[in-house]
């Protein structure tokens, strides 16, 4: 049997006679290919003139295409069937194999990792029943996300330019400085608009340059070559105009030559197999239809028939050669690549080619019943909650005096304790309807043993349990109680209103009295239960259900009991736990039958999130649920048009509590003519931030001019939704067809549709849709965002998975690494590991034929050595630290080329164990140096921390990111240069280390010690010793007065904290940079209660001394930059609160809910003009560079440091 012919893998092989007639199958197979490469190889070792190779690149060309198709074809098909049935023979193989391979010449066969094996990696190696369980479920899934993937091809995408440098920053020549292969450089100047091909002919044919290379004895020909930026995984691939690759705008940006190596193509290729990096941005001019048709390849796109499907996907492991042409289009061509052929779809062109899903559902069900034919409203039974902690546990009944504990019934009676269970329905984090509670019960707590005998021997127990034995009361283990239900939650909501996105949120109650409360009559219990609750729970009957107003203190009131003994502060109302599940599930239909839902402890709030059990705690209290029952299974249609038969039964249509049922009659009439009035008043809500409260009159004047808002106001399209009726099925209708003719909005306006206040399916999908313009180069930018989406999804499998499944496989190197590490950094969060694991799991079995996956390995292990090697110095002395860890880093074995997971810029080879060390702080961080596998490259320098939650500073530098995206559009040039930073685990990450920098308190120190802090020279000084001659320090200081306005007016938006000379770098060609994030939104640190931070942002008067001091031409080009790029930003106050409210659900501790973000929306004064902003900033920065207490903080790092 051939090693890599893993035929035993078939997922479902059921019989062993099987087996071997599937390792023969395979094993012939697998042979011919390997006859044939070996021929291939043979016949490549023979010279080739120069027509021959010419020819040879032409038929290669012609073949790539096909091969990269058949590759990516076989990589995605699902071969289950064909496992199941037996029904793979040779003949099958044979013919599969000729008809997908034809007259191809290049299939290599890698042996990768085994997918199987990298898929367990992620889920932990799962052990216990539950999780194998989980596991189980998470393949029904992928199963359904491969179908949706296959069923749905991707809309055409609109043309979107790439930010280009403004004209007057773009020089007319641009120079190049290319490193040869002998290490040796050679200038080269070269236009902007000039093709990359005809540059790099053209510079193959200068005189030296042959000479070099024949000397070399390297081949002279261009097609044998391709340039990469030196130092960097970064291949310049496409023919694009120069100035549309990524590094040389940033090159051209910061005035440097570019410095790029020539390298051998096949080396970009082998480096690239997958997808290549950083390819060229997409050019001015947009794509011909006929040349976006030829890279759709419709012809093609059946392909997979099931003879094709027979073929293990996890089998054929391949390497892919790349279409350095076609394929590597930043916008449509990347995503028309055939990769797109295995038959990835959005789910908004499934909602549109089925106007109705349900209703296909309702049609292939026999016992459907269509929801909009009943009336009935919601109600699910609360049978009983089991596994309550005890008094051994730290939930509620750690409420409970510890003294005297004899009998927990009685107990329980004296006190007064009980339980009940109230339940709400949540759309868009908020309610639907009134919540409603069971009644209180009793719970049953673990005694003694029935016949009173003791669980254990008195010798094996204490003092304590000796005399509990001789009573004859002994207590379980566990110490767990359970409580009885036969109660209905009956829930004001009709059931055909229920909409698509809608959870049940079920939550846990305990209350009980003082004990100076404490009665042993039976007319104290009924006082608090209520004589109806307490007899319905002795005939064990479910009694009705109150309907109270939802949120906590509404609870106290109504369930504390009315008397002498009640008083609200003598009762204490304390959750047990929540769960959440969704109503409605991917095909429309209602949930039924019973539930056994693990509950999440009371500090995880579920209104929004994954709606999953609680698979983290190992014993959770459990809550037993019944939906109601019907005839059939109830689907719930999706309302298509605002003539529903159903809106009149539906009560809850309007956009507020306050105005319910005024604003349903609107619906069927439609909006009216708007006068002039109407108009201004809607402008200035729509003017409004998203976190403004609306009135209950104006969330009605925006229904009302609905039609206005969908032709003049693209913007306006979040508040729109937010006043929607969704209880209403001709709301939710009408809200659907205006959306169909909605102006379409930008793809990072459709983002503020993506957080959890809209849960509408329909809509998140149209919003994902418009997603499709954004090239990777600003995609890239909202990873961050879109992963942490997917959790505020209805279902594991949802038009959000499937785009960024599409575009990672598209996009391997640039768009899949970084979803990649998004996801797998919070693998450890049981509530998302099912969810994200789905994505995963398939984003591995589609990389699986090249050797990117194998890459990911790589990173995975490297990543897992240095936590390990972090860990062990935890503890140690610190005069064993050093040896420890370098001993450590020396074990640790990296492969000859690898890229880093914060950026896969960074490619680098070994670990220089010399030059590394650890800091000096609390977690003793690792600072790393790595080899540069380039020769003309430096080496890559990265601090890796554990035991620090670094999420916060990659946040906060993906929003720096944003911001001077969004300055250079503007045509603003702030000398931004963000470092790199991801999160690979549980408080663990990498962050990149800027090189050539020094901290300001560093410099200080070194001109003048502590009191240096108060000087005005010790910065100038340093940047004219680093830059000597006049030109040289006139650019350092323009590129400081650059980034310093850019930093001044980012750190006073997003209110960084911590704010001293040890988180202000330096370089030395002048620019300014903030490390450390871990304050913000307005989080300034105190001291004995004392506000050390007191000045809006770092500006002190060394820094404007390096302008020419208050006046000087210098400092009000500075003050003038502030002014626009605040203003910039300030347009886009909506962007950066919607990026943060997405962010809330991460757990990040300065971002637990919206109202952190508040801060923010305060700092960007939206109540003021452009010009007013403009002068309130130049006041922010008089203000700062006055404050002396920044000064003086400086000085106090430097003593303490």
């Known amino acids: 049997e051939v090693p890599w012919a893993r035929a035993?893998?078939?997922?479902?092989?059921?019989?062993?006679?099987?087996?071997?007639?599937?390792?023969?199958?395979?094993?012939?197979?697998?042979?011919?290919?390997?006859?044939?490469?070996?021929?291939?190889?043979?016949?490549?070792?023979?010279?080739?003139?120069?027509?021959?190779?010419?020819?040879?690149?032409?038929?290669?060309?012609?073949?790539?295409?096909?091969?990269?198709?058949?590759?990516?074809?076989?990589?995605?098909?699902?071969?289950?069937?064909?496992?199941?049935?037996?029904?793979?023979?040779?003949?099958?193989?044979?013919?599969?194999?000729?008809?997908?391979?034809?007259?191809?010449?290049?299939?290599?066969?890698?042996?990768?990792?085994?997918?199987?094996?990298?898929?367990?990696?992620?889920?932990?190696a799962p052990e216990s029943v539950r999780q194998r369980a989980e596991y189980r479920k998470s393949k029904v899934e992928l199963a359904r996300l491969r179908g949706l993937l296959r069923d749905n091809p991707p809309p055409k995408r609109r043309h979107v330019p790439t930010v280009i440098l403004p004209p007057e920053t773009i020089p007319?020549?641009?120079?190049?400085?290319?490193?040869?292969?002998?290490?040796?450089?050679?200038?080269?100047?070269?236009?902007?608009?000039?093709?990359?091909?005809d540059i790099l002919a053209s510079f193959l044919n200068n005189r030296l340059v042959l000479k070099t290379l024949r000397s070399l004895g390297c081949s002279t020909d261009p097609m044998n070559y391709v340039f990469k930026e030196t130092g960097f995984a970064t291949y310049l691939l496409g023919n694009k105009q120069l100035i549309m690759y990524d590094c040389v705008r940033e090159y051209v940006r910061t005035e440097v030559n570019v410095p790029l190596s020539l390298t051998g193509r096949r080396?970009?290729?082998?480096?690239?197999?997958?997808?290549?990096?950083?390819?060229?941005?997409?050019?001015?001019?947009?794509?011909?239809?006929?040349?976006?048709?030829?890279?759709?390849?419709?012809?093609?796109?059946?392909?997979?028939?099931?003879?094709?499907?027979?073929?293990?996907?996890?089998?054929?492991d391949s390497e892919a050669s790349y279409d350095d042409g076609a394929a590597n289009e930043a916008h449509a061509v990347q995503v028309y690549d055939p990769a797109v052929l295995y038959g990835i779809r959005q789910t908004y062109g499934l909602l549109q080619s089925r106007e109705d899903e349900a209703a296909a559902v309702l049609h292939d069900t026999p016992l459907a019943v269509n929801a909009t034919h009943t009336h009935h409203a919601l109600r699910i039974r609360v049978l009983g909650a089991h596994s309550l902690p005890g008094s051994q546990a730290t939930n509620w009944h750690s409420l409970l005096p510890s003294d005297g504990m004899t009998s927990g019934v009685a107990y329980l009676h004296n006190t007064y304790c009980s339980i009940y269970a109230t339940g709400r329905i949540i759309f868009g984090g908020k309610d639907l309807c009134n919540a409603v509670c069971t009644p209180l019960a009793i719970p049953n707590m673990p005694l003694a043993r029935g016949d009173g005998q003791p669980e254990v021997s008195a010798k094996d127990k204490g003092k304590k349990d000796k005399e509990k034995a001789k009573k004859g009361v002994t207590y379980s283990s566990d110490q767990t109680c359970h409580v009885t239900y036969?109660?209905?939650?009956?829930?004001?909501?009709?059931?055909?209103?229920?909409?698509?996105?809608?959870?049940?949120?079920?939550?846990?109650?305990?209350?009980?009295?003082?004990?100076?409360?404490?009665?042993?009559?039976?007319?104290?219990?009924?006082?608090?239960?209520?004589?109806?609750?307490?007899?319905?729970?002795?005939?064990?009957?479910?009694?009705s259900t109150t309907d109270l107003r939802a949120g906590s203190d509404a609870l106290r009131h109504k369930l504390v009991p009315t008397g002498s003994m009640a008083s609200e502060d003598r009762a204490t109302h304390v959750s047990?736990?929540?769960?959440?599940?969704?109503?409605?599930?991917?095909?429309?239909?209602?949930?039924?039958?019973?539930?056994?839902?693990?509950?999440?402890?009371?500090?995880?709030?579920?209104?929004?999130?994954?709606?999953?059990?609680?698979?983290?705690?190992?014993?959770?209290?459990?809550?037993?649920?019944?939906?109601?029952?019907?005839?059939?299974?109830?689907?719930?249609?999706?309302?298509?048009?605002?003539?529903?038969?159903?809106?009149?039964?539906?009560?809850?249509?309007?956009?507020?509590?306050?105005?319910?049922?005024?604003?349903?009659?609107?619906?069927?009439?439609?909006?009216?003519?708007?006068?002039?009035?109407?108009?201004?008043?809607?402008?200035?809500?729509?003017?409004?931030?998203?976190?403004?409260?609306?009135?209950?009159?104006?969330?009605?004047?925006?229904?009302?001019?609905?039609?206005?808002?969908?032709?003049?106001?693209?913007?306006?399209?979040?508040?729109?939704?937010?006043?929607?009726?969704?209880?209403?099925?001709?709301?939710?209708?009408?809200?659907?067809?205006?959306?169909?003719?909605?102006?379409?909005?930008?793809?990072?306006?459709a983002l503020e549709l993506l957080d959890f206040r809209f849960s509408d399916?329909?809509?998140?999908?149209?919003?994902?849709?418009?997603?499709?313009?954004?090239?990777?180069?600003?995609?890239?930018?909202?990873?961050?965002?879109?992963?942490?989406?997917?959790?505020?999804?209805?279902?594991?499998?949802?038009?959000?998975?499937?785009?960024?499944?599409?575009?990672?496989?598209?996009?391997?190197?640039?768009?899949?690494?970084?979803?990649?590490?998004?996801?797998?950094?919070?693998?450890?969060n049981a509530s998302v590991r099912e969810r994200f694991g789905v994505v995963l799991e398939e984003y591995l079995r589609g990389v699986h034929f090249g050797g990117h996956r194998t890459e990911l390995h790589l990173q995975e292990k490297m990543v897992r050595d240095l936590v390990g090697v972090a860990a062990s110095i935890i503890d140690l002395p610190d005069s064993e630290r050093l040896g420890v860890l370098r001993s450590g880093l020396e074990s640790v074995t990296l492969p000859k080329r690898v890229r880093l997971p914060m950026n896969p810029r960074f490619e680098i080879g070994g670990i220089t164990v010399a030059r590394c060390k650890y800091m000096d702080s609390k977690k003793l961080p690792l600072k790393l140096q790595f080899e540069n596998p380039d020769a003309a490259g430096i080496p890559v320098e990265v601090m890796f921390k554990v035991g620090d939650d670094i999420r916060q500073d990659q946040l906060t530098l993906q929003l720096l990111r944003i911001m001077d995206m969004l300055w250079q559009a503007a045509g603003l040039n702030l000398e931004m240069r963000p470092y790199a930073c991801v999160s690979t685990g549980d408080m663990e990450g990498m962050l990149e280390i800027v090189q050539n920098s020094e901290t300001t308190a560093h410099i200080t120190r070194d001109a003048g010690g502590a009191l240096g802090a108060f000087s005005e020279k010790p910065i100038s000084d340093w940047l004219r010793t680093n830059n000597p001659t006049p030109s040289a320090y006139d650019r350092a200081v323009d590129m400081f007065k650059?980034?310093?306005?850019?930093?001044?007016?980012?750190?006073?938006?997003?209110?960084?904290?911590?704010?001293?000379?040890?988180?202000?770098?330096?370089?030395?060609?002048?620019?300014?940079?903030?490390?450390?994030?871990?304050?913000?939104?307005?989080?300034?640190?105190?001291?004995?209660?004392?506000?050390?931070?007191?000045?809006?942002?770092?500006?002190?008067?060394?820094?404007?001394?390096?302008?020419?001091?208050?006046?000087?031409?210098?400092?009000?080009?500075?003050?003038?930059?502030?002014?626009?790029?605040?203003?910039?930003?300030?347009?886009?106050?909506?962007?950066?609160?919607?990026?943060?409210?997405?962010?809330?659900?991460?757990?990040?501790?300065?971002?637990?809910?919206?109202?952190?973000?508040?801060?923010?929306?305060?700092?960007?004064?939206?109540?003021?003009?452009?010009?007013?902003?403009?002068?309130?900033?130049?006041?922010?920065?008089?203000?700062?560079?006055?404050?002396r207490t920044t000064q003086a903080n400086n000085m106090v790092h430097i003593l303490a440091h």
């Open 8 to 124: 035993h893998q078939f997922k479902g092989a059921g019989h062993a006679s099987k087996k071997s007639t599937r390792n023969e199958v395979w094993t012939s197979a697998f042979s011919r290919l390997r006859e044939r490469r070996q021929e291939r190889e043979k016949a490549a070792k023979a010279p080739l003139t120069k027509e021959e190779e010419g020819e040879k690149a032409a038929e290669r060309e012609r073949v790539r295409e096909k091969d990269r198709l058949t590759l990516l074809h076989q990589s995605l098909q699902s071969l289950d069937r064909g496992a199941h049935s037996g029904a793979i023979n040779t003949q099958t193989v044979n013919d599969t194999l000729t008809r997908e391979l034809g007259a191809q010449e290049h299939v290599p066969i890698d042996p990768s990792p085994d997918v199987e094996k990298a898929i367990v990696d992620i889920y932990a």
């Open 172 to 197: 007319d020549s641009i120079v190049l400085s290319v490193a040869l292969p002998n290490g040796s450089t050679k200038g080269y100047l070269a236009k902007d608009t000039d093709r990359i091909d």
């Open 267 to 316: 080396e970009a290729e082998a480096m690239m197999q997958d997808e290549v990096v950083f390819a060229a941005c997409e050019e001015e001019e947009e794509e011909s239809d006929a040349d976006r048709d030829s890279c759709g390849m419709e012809g093609d796109t059946d392909r997979g028939s099931e003879e094709a499907e027979e073929i293990e996907d996890s089998e054929l």
């Open 486 to 543: 036969n109660s209905w939650l009956q829930f004001n909501f009709p059931v055909a209103c229920i909409p698509h996105g809608a959870r049940l949120l079920l939550t846990l109650w305990a209350v009980r009295m003082t004990p100076s409360d404490v009665y042993t009559s039976s007319d104290a219990l009924d006082a608090l239960l209520g004589s109806d609750a307490a007899s319905g729970l002795d005939d064990n009957m479910g009694a």
């Open 576 to 749: 047990l736990g929540s769960a959440s599940v969704m109503l409605i599930d991917e095909g429309g239909r209602l949930k039924d039958g019973e539930s056994l839902l693990r509950l999440w402890p009371n500090e995880d709030d579920l209104t929004v999130g994954c709606p999953t059990d609680n698979l983290r705690d190992p014993d959770p209290a459990i809550l037993h649920l019944e939906f109601d029952s019907y005839p059939g299974v109830v689907v719930i249609p999706t309302p298509t048009a605002a003539t529903d038969p159903w809106p009149t039964q539906c009560k809850q249509c309007s956009p507020s509590e306050a105005t319910e049922g005024e604003a349903h009659t609107c619906i069927e009439h439609g909006a009216h003519s708007q006068s002039d009035k109407t108009r201004e008043a809607v402008a200035a809500i729509i003017a409004r931030d998203a976190l403004s409260e609306l009135s209950p009159a104006e969330l009605k004047l925006l229904w009302d001019s609905r039609e206005m808002l969908a032709l003049n106001y693209t913007r306006a399209l979040p508040r729109f939704l937010q006043v929607v009726p969704w209880a209403s099925r001709a709301g939710v209708a009408e809200a659907r067809r205006l959306l169909s003719v909605w102006a379409q909005p930008s793809p990072i306006e």
């Open 761 to 828: 399916p329909f809509v998140r999908a149209w919003a994902v849709t418009n997603l499709e313009d954004l090239p990777d180069v600003h995609l890239e930018s909202f990873i961050l965002q879109l992963t942490q989406a997917l959790k505020f999804e209805s279902h594991n499998v949802s038009t959000l998975s499937a785009f960024l499944m599409r575009r990672s496989l598209c996009s391997t190197n640039r768009i899949g690494l970084s979803v990649y590490w998004q996801l797998r950094a919070e693998m450890h």
């Open 1042 to 1187: 650059k980034s310093c306005a850019g930093y001044c007016v980012a750190t006073y938006v997003l209110g960084i904290g911590d704010r001293h000379n040890d988180n202000v770098m330096l370089t030395r060609d002048g620019h300014l940079f903030h490390i450390d994030f871990g304050h913000f939104l307005g989080n300034f640190k105190k001291k004995f209660g004392i506000k050390r931070e007191r000045a809006p942002f770092v500006f002190t008067p060394d820094f404007c001394y390096v302008m020419g001091g208050v006046g000087a031409p210098k400092y009000q080009d500075f003050v003038d930059l502030c002014g626009r790029a605040f203003n910039i930003l300030r347009a886009q106050a909506s962007l950066f609160i919607a990026l943060l409210a997405m962010m809330v659900e991460t757990g990040i501790p300065e971002l637990k809910n919206v109202s952190d973000i508040a801060y923010m929306r305060d700092m960007f004064r939206l109540d003021l003009s452009d010009d007013e902003a403009a002068d309130f900033f130049a006041d922010l920065i008089v203000q700062s560079l006055k404050t």
